[in-house]
């Protein structure tokens, strides 16, 4: 009794791990599919090659059932290189399903639907539900739109809207950076996090740079002492001027004179002269110094232009985020 009693419980395992493989091997034994030589792929691809590709492509199979992906990815992609043939793409985006590259993978998918029904009915069903798998369960999309006319789009810091003015495409989930940029306009950056399964629609509205003019000082205020300056020396210019006719009419007084006594005394004329001629001088110097202060700072006060800033980022920005089920809003909220 304990003889067969061990035997079960060896046995038991054994049938698992038979039913485990046929399990894994399933994707890579379905990518087999019955061609007869005359659908589209073939004919641009001489013999020679195909024979070559062929024997790349049945390698790839085996290393793809033992599970050696590695080793069946770097096959596959050289019977691709080879031959531009959709089993071999769906074997391929069998693969890199596997190694978690699921961006890949749906791109694969993608260039083998281009053959339509010459994959025939079985092949293209199975494309088109492995790759609603992908959109639905592995991958995000986000959508946006260019509202000026030859702005350059990036997503993660990628040249990814170029012409169209409306796109979307597939993402990981995570976190994502778009931005748009625009000479004279002010670059705009967005962030936006998707799930699997979701799709985001991110509208990038861009301002016109302008540029402000700013001075040092009120633009009148160089000028104004300028003026002031030669006001000043205008005045002691005058006052030299009265200088010198007191001096004049003093010598004029001592020559009529001529030793009698005169109702107004040369000395008392010369100390006037002398009084606003010291006078003039001061203004004369003074309004020359405010004239050259005037012009110094007109020079510094010259108009100098800034570009305007970029708007300071909402505090609470909002974006329509997308899923099978149901709609709803992801907040990004700035502290």
């Known amino acids: 009794m304990s003889s067969i009693r061990y035997l079960r419980i060896r046995a038991v395992p054994a049938v698992v791990l038979a039913a485990l493989a046929l399990v894994l091997a399933l994707p890579a034994a379905r990518a087999q599919a019955v061609r007869t030589g005359g659908e589209p792929w073939y004919r641009p691809v ?65 260039r083998a639907l281009r053959w339509g029904s010459a994959l025939g009915l079985e092949r293209l069903r199975q494309v088109r539900d492995r790759m609603r798998a992908l959109e639905t ?38 976190e994502h950076y778009l931005a ?27 301002d016109k740079e302008r540029l402000d003019v700013t001075r040092r000082w009120a633009a009148w205020k160089p000028p104004a002492l300028t003026l002031f300056g030669v006001a000043v020396a205008t005045m002691g210019a005058e006052l030299g001027r009265r200088a010198l006719a007191l001096k004049d009419e003093a010598q004029e007084l001592i020559k009529k004179c001529n030793g009698l006594t005169c109702d107004t005394k040369p000395t008392d004329l010369y100390k006037q002269a002398d009084v606003r001629q010291w006078l003039s001088i001061g203004a004369v110097s003074t309004g020359g110094v405010v004239v050259a202060i005037g012009l110094v700072l007109a020079r510094l006060n010259k108009p100098r232009a800034h570009r305007t800033e970029a708007r300071p980022p909402s505090k609470i920005e909002l974006t329509p985020i997308l899923s099978a089920h149901r709609a709803e809003l992801s907040a990004l909220v700035r502290f």
């Open 180 to 206: 748009a940029r625009k000479p004279g306009h002010l670059p705009v950056t967005r962030p936006v996090y998707v799930k699997a399964g979701q799709q985001a629609r991110v509208p990038l509205p861009m």
């Open 46 to 110: 001489p013999a020679d090659v195909r024979k070559r590709a062929q024997a790349l492509f049945a390698q790839a199979i085996d290393k793809h059932q033992q599970l050696l992906r590695g080793d069946a990815l770097a096959l596959y992609e050289q019977a691709l290189a080879l031959w531009d043939n959709p089993d071999i793409q769906w074997n391929l985006a069998l693969v890199l399903d596997d190694l978690g590259q699921y961006l890949r993978a749906h791109q694969e998918l993608t």
């Open 137 to 174: 369960q592995r991958l995000a999309r986000i959508e946006t739109y260019r509202e000026e006319r030859a702005a350059v789009i990036t997503l993660d810091g990628k040249p990814w809207l170029l012409a169209a003015g409306r796109r979307s495409t597939l993402v990981l989930p995570g």
